[in-house]
């Protein structure tokens, strides 16, 4: 069976790459379209890079990584190495969770914000706040 445009599943590493241009990219305050402009690219086309949904050629990678001044190597941070066996899956699935967080439109802005919050107290309410709300969230999709 062949996959098809609508039932191909991004590869893992495609995934990561995107979601790796996509979080310093928003690090940087540049827009899709800004990133777009520099690579000479339609927005439509970063948006594919960054939801793994196009490959990001090995040219193309290294002018996003000059354009968003990181080694090309940063894309790859994270990804288990292929030359070993050994999987840190407690490692793998963190970084998946940071990962997913900061790539929300509201995730980077919250972690550049959280560590300004001073009190121990007051950041610990928060955490209370956030777990009860998605509590909610879950129990109500239950």
């Known amino acids: 069976m062949t996959d098809t445009p609508e039932t191909r599943t991004p590869n893992v590493v495609d995934l990561h ?32 890079y960054e939801r793994g949904a196009n490959r990001v050629s090995a040219s193309k990678l290294y002018e996003i990584a000059k354009t968003l001044q990181v080694p090309v190597s940063y894309f790859f941070d994270g990804l288990a190495d292929p030359m070993t066996s050994e999987v840190d899956e407690v490692g793998a699935a963190a ?11 509201e995730g980077l802005e919250l972690a550049e ?16 706040l956030v777990r009860a709300m998605a509590e909610d969230e879950t129990r109500e999709k239950g």
């Not at 241009?21 to 970063?46: D, P, W």
């Not at 970084?95 to 439109?105: H, I, K, Q």
């Not at 914000?113 to 209370?128: A, H, N, T």
């Open 17 to 48: 790459v995107g979601g790796r241009v996509r979080m310093r990219r928003k690090m940087l305050g540049i827009s899709q379209e800004a990133l777009a402009g520099a690579l000479g690219l339609t927005f439509q086309q970063v948006q594919k």
């Open 95 to 105: 970084e998946r969770v940071v990962t997913e967080f900061l790539n929300t439109p």
């Open 113 to 128: 914000m959280f560590p300004k919050i001073g009190r121990g107290r007051v950041r610990r309410q928060v955490l209370d």
